[in-house]
């Protein structure tokens, strides 16, 4: 993990020394829920994510840049599971973790940066997103990782609550293609936190 991170931070850098005027910076917290396949290993909510993004305007109305999020999905349980040759029961600890690097692209009505007072958005990522299972069983523990190309379509509001800081709330649709022998992974995020304009 602190590959992505260095990764991103480099790529913000990098992004806002071409055009730091213009740069909208974004700090979530991030609510998620899993669906499809994932929730057969874990269904229950995750409270545990955060998300940081760089925008930069291109023009008025788009903008482009990076965006990071962690998600810590867990579940315990006592529940029989088959394994290869039979079953186990005994009590379980279940985790997936789920991180995407996304580029971003966003369309606003409205130039955010003129700090109108309700900017809606829509918009999409596209990357890698890196995924971990993990399943403690007593003393034993199974965990495999992986890495997957991703998507994460989005739409959000932002609200002015201060000088060039903005309230978010924001909804996105996290999904990693099936990758190897890894299977799809999909779940839905709840974002809120502040943006700022510059």
Request: a negative charge; one cysteine or more.
């Amino acid at each position: 993990m602190r590959t992505i991170l260095a990764v991103f931070l480099v790529l913000v850098f990098c992004a806002g020394a071409v055009n730091a005027d213009d740069a909208i910076g974004v700090v979530t917290y991030d609510v998620s829920f899993p669906l499809g396949d994932m929730t057969d290993f874990i269904d229950k909510t995750s409270w545990r994510g955060f998300g940081l993004e760089g925008r930069w305007m291109t023009t008025p109305n788009i903008s482009l840049g990076v965006a990071w999020h962690w998600n810590t999905f867990y579940k315990t349980t006592g529940e029989t599971i088959e394994i290869e040759n039979g079953h186990v029961t005994g009590n379980q600890y279940r985790i997936i973790y789920g991180s995407p690097l996304m580029a971003t692209a966003f369309w606003y009505p409205k130039s955010p940066l003129d700090n109108p007072d309700f900017m809606p958005y829509l918009g999409i990522g596209a990357g890698a997103i890196w995924m971990k299972e993990r399943l403690e069983i007593g003393i034993v523990a199974f965990e495999e990782s992986s890495w997957h190309f991703g998507l994460s379509p989005e739409a959000g509001i932002m609200i002015p609550v201060g000088y060039y800081t903005n309230f978010l709330v924001g909804a996105r649709y996290n999904y990693a293609f099936k990758s190897g022998d890894s299977p799809e992974y999909q779940w839905w995020s709840l974002s809120v936190g502040f943006a700022w304009t510059n």
